[in-house]
């Protein structure tokens, strides 16, 4: 990390995960994103403000203004990451598969009925292609290291 805000909540999340607070492990893979990306995106640098900001909060509070704190800290990991997506196609491990599936599920309900009339054959031919297509795309972030 070599963002200073990034280096100080990789430290505050080592310490939730060590207090059980709550899982860790993928919020380091979007802060590990957020450290390369800040040099470049003025966004990714304000999160990693805000970011490490509610982390503070949480360990400052107690009780149910700490659970307050989780649920901020939540909501902006969301808000993060949706940012990641839009803006620099970081997706979520499984992103294209879920994505594709219920795409190609109701294509083939369209051709089945359009095509060959029958729905029992569209249905698994767009399924199929949901899934061919979305498992090559989450191939292909993966090997571009475009996953959280
Ligand atoms: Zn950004």
């Known amino acids: ?84 997506t839009k803006k620099h196609k970081i997706v979520k491990k499984g992103y294209y598969l879920s994505l594709y599936m219920p795409l190609g599920t109701s294509l083939g309900v369209v051709f089945g009925l359009l095509l060959f009339d029958n729905l029992a054959l569209g249905i698994p031919i767009g399924v199929g292609l949901g899934l061919a297509i979305g498992s090559l795309l989450d191939e292909d972030a993966k090997k571009k290291g475009l996953t959280i």
């Open 1 to 84: 990390m070599k963002n200073p805000f990034a280096k100080a909540s990789l430290k505050q999340l080592e310490e939730l995960t060590q207090a059980k607070t709550f899982q860790t492990d993928k919020d380091i893979k979007i802060l590990e994103k957020m450290d390369q990306l800040s040099e470049t995106c003025d966004h990714c640098q304000n999160y990693l403000i805000a970011f490490e900001k509610t982390l503070d909060k949480i360990s400052d509070e107690e009780g149910e203004k700490q659970t307050e704190a989780i649920n901020a800290y939540h909501s902006l990991v969301k808000k993060i990451t949706s940012h990641l």
